[in-house]
């Protein structure tokens, strides 16, 4: 399924922090958050460094090359943690934490964020009522190398892996355009979460090839 990819490796993190910070400088969440763009830059280059060790503590981070044209994050809901990768994870992020700090406004990023909750509501509805399924997380393709297939690439092969364990796969985006991208991926709009305090919506979407959600009436 993936042989087609590489595991994300060292040399891979300071391409995979660039592509990251290019593919989300204009996403609507964190324009939402950082909406001065020379900042949000700023802070997004350091951020990014420890959400891959964050992700990749808890799942499998995929480059589609040693170039790291795209990369995107899988991860197994219902696996236990690797608990050493989450505390090497943690110490990154511990060495790092303090520079970010100084960066963000703190006050109103924490009032922001506490906004979000309702839009994070429909994966947790998912953990709790299901014991296995996949996600996938931070799907990017670098700027410079977008239209040449590398999206269709990733995504097909969490497919292939949705497939092979006769799951499902959920994940989550801030604009229509990746709606569109996905559902010709296979993939059905579960909710668009809109708020009157947040100027954007989130879009949760399901690959669920066996109907295993289809059934159950969802409460959230």
Known sequence: MYDHLK??????????????TESFIDNPMFVYFFPIPKKR??????????????LQSNGSLYVTSDHV????????????????????????????????LI????IDFLRKASLLQ?????????????????????????PTH????????????AVAETNQKRTFCLLQTETIQNVRIYTHLGF???????????????????????????NRELDT
């Open 146 to 157: 977008r239209h040449q297939g590398h999206m269709t690439t990733m995504m097909r092969a």
């Open 188 to 214: 059905s709009l579960v909710e668009e979460i809109t708020s009157d305090e947040i100027p954007f919506s989130t879009f949760v979407m399901i690959y669920d090839p066996f109907d295993l959600t289809t």
């Open 41 to 54: 830059r700023k802070i997004l280059r350091s951020v990014f460094p420890m959400v891959l060790r964050i």
């Open 118 to 142: 309702s839009s994070n509501s429909k994966l947790y509805y998912y953990k709790s009522n299901y014991e296995h399924f996949l996600l996938v997380d931070s799907v990017c393709v670098d």
């Open 69 to 100: 044209e795209g990369l995107f994050c899988v991860s197994q809901h219902g696996e236990k943690t690797k608990i050493g990768k989450l505390i090497l994870a943690a110490l990154s992020c511990t060495f790092r934490l303090p520079g970010v």
């Open 103 to 106: 960066q963000l406004p703190l």
């Open 7 to 20: 595991k994300l490796q060292k040399k891979h993190l300071k391409k995979a922090t660039e592509v990251l």
